[in-house]
């Protein structure tokens, strides 16, 4: 072509937690049973939405409105409904015109990075989550850039690798927060938040903070949300109901904008990403309404309560199994579904393999495992010779070595079997 078409952060797009699907889709055809451990999807584990959010739902398919177009921002009724709860916490304060609805938070990441400034930049944490480090990296044409959360001090971030990255880097105009964190299931009390904030006003930065898993908190940790210590800084919080109904096929996820009207140059910001929802003409209208319904319902917040009493329960057991290994490390999440799991330094090496029975399967996963990160290399040793399909922790642009897996499975039997299963693949793979 006279012409290069090829964006020129396109190179930056990477998501390893589908890309590994790929290996396991070839392995399903050779024969290889796959448990797939790798995406955040709790329907596709076995958990059952209640019957009384599918009641709420069938009633609203039955009304002919929930299948027209809606306002570009949102259902009115749910953007009223949504800020009121904001606000009801004592902290920020908006209206409805603060709430912004996406198809789902993929979407909205896409664009908060996608209308920012290609110079400017944000922050985020490392171990990271792959949509939200692949989308500034991409709108940038680099490397994302990142801060380090500290497994050894319960996975917080480092408040002072924050700070030094900030202070000597002028591009930096954004801080990208994940509490609950995906993958590390950290959550982080309020003063860290706190102090998180206070860099972005002293060094006039925004804040970002996905809070998707906002009720999905383990222990005595709690949920402080974004609105609650963001005070007179902008910022933006994530939400959704893909893991809290659960419902990830409504595609169904909103920002909560604080302090736009104090910024000017913050508030032109956010009208170019609500323009380009407009070029859409809105956001998936039945899940909308029914967010009030369902989250108003007297029965909701057992919901959540059982949902994470179940969690909790998880931890303790994958925990408890694959601690059993050697040359593990692991941290409890105290928050989400997942659990990473980190290797002890100097724990892998490039020569380890692990047993494969099937000739052609074993010839694939060698030739897969040339020239890869040395967790990525037990992964995919791992898929072959157990079908267990989880990620690597450097597929979280994270230069520690280690991998995620998920708290989903429903079935009590297969979730044993497949931590017992890595915990012994750990064990011959690192003596091997």
């Known amino acids: 072509m006279r012409r290069d078409i090829v964006h020129v952060g396109s190179g930056q797009l990477t998501y390893e937690i589908r890309e590994i699907v790929a290996v396991a889709e070839d392995l399903k055809k050779l024969g290889v049973e796959i448990t797939f451990e790798n995406i955040g999807d709790p329907i596709a584990k076995g958990e059952k939405v209640p019957q009384w959010i599918k009641d709420i739902i069938i009633d609203l398919v039955a009304d002919d409105k929930t299948y027209g177009y809606v306002a570009t921002r949102g259902v009115e009724a749910t953007q009223e409904f949504l800020a009121n709860h904001v606000n009801m916490r004592g902290g920020c304060q908006i209206t409805k015109n603060d709430i912004v609805f996406f198809n789902g938070l993929g979407d909205a990441v896409a664009k908060i990075f996608g209308f920012l400034k290609r110079e400017a930049r944000v922050i985020g944490p490392s171990p990271a989550y792959s949509t ?3 989308a500034e990296a991409a709108h940038s044409g680099y490397a994302h850039l990142t801060y380090e959360l500290d497994p050894d001090n319960h996975w917080m971030p480092d408040l002072a690798d924050i700070e030094n990255k900030v202070k000597y880097n002028d591009a930096i105009a954004g801080i990208l927060i994940i509490n609950p964190d995906n993958p590390t299931g950290a959550v982080y009390p309020k003063e860290i938040l706190e102090k998180i904030v206070d860099i972005a006003r002293r060094y006039k930065l925004f804040v970002i903070c996905d809070e998707i898993y906002a009720h999905i908190v ?10 609650e210590v963001i005070g007179d800084v902008p910022g933006v919080a994530l939400r959704g109901i893909s893991k809290e ?12 904008v604080f302090n736009q009207d104090s910024y000017p140059r913050f508030k032109e910001y956010i009208k170019s990403i609500v323009s380009a929802k ?12 029914s967010i009030p319904l369902v989250m108003g319902n007297e029965r909701y917040l057992d919901h959540l309560a ?8 998880r931890v303790d057991e994958a925990y408890d199994i694959l601690t059993t290994a050697k040359a593990l490390k692991i941290v409890k999440p105290r928050g989400a579904f997942y659990m990473a799991v980190l290797f002890e330094d100097g724990a892998l090496n490039d020569k380890q ?5 099937d000739p052609t399967v074993r010839q694939y996963i060698e030739e897969k495992v040339k020239d890869v990160e040395v967790d990525k290399r037990f992964v995919y040793y791992l898929l072959g010779a157990t079908g267990i399909c989880v990620v690597p922790l450097t597929g979280f642009c994270c230069s520690r070595k280690g991998f995620r897996i998920t708290l989903l499975e429903t079935n009590d039997e297969k979730r044993r079997w497949t931590w017992k299963t890595i915990a012994d693949a750990v064990n011959e793979y690192v003596q091997s």
């Not at 383990?218 to 609105?227: I, K, Q, R, W």
């Not at 109904?245 to 909560?256: H, K, M, Q, T, V």
């Not at 393999?353 to 029975?357: C, F």
Request: hydrophobic share 40%.
């Open 132 to 134: 939200h480090s692949s």
């Open 218 to 227: 383990f222990d005595d940790a709690g949920t402080v949300h974004l609105s």
């Open 245 to 256: 109904f659960p419902w990830p096929g409504a595609r169904c996820g909103w920002i909560e």
């Open 278 to 289: 407009m070029l859409e003409v809105c956001s998936t209208s039945l899940p909308q309404y």
């Open 306 to 313: 059982m949902r994470k009493k179940m969690f909790e329960s």
């Open 353 to 357: 393999t692990l047993a494969i029975k």
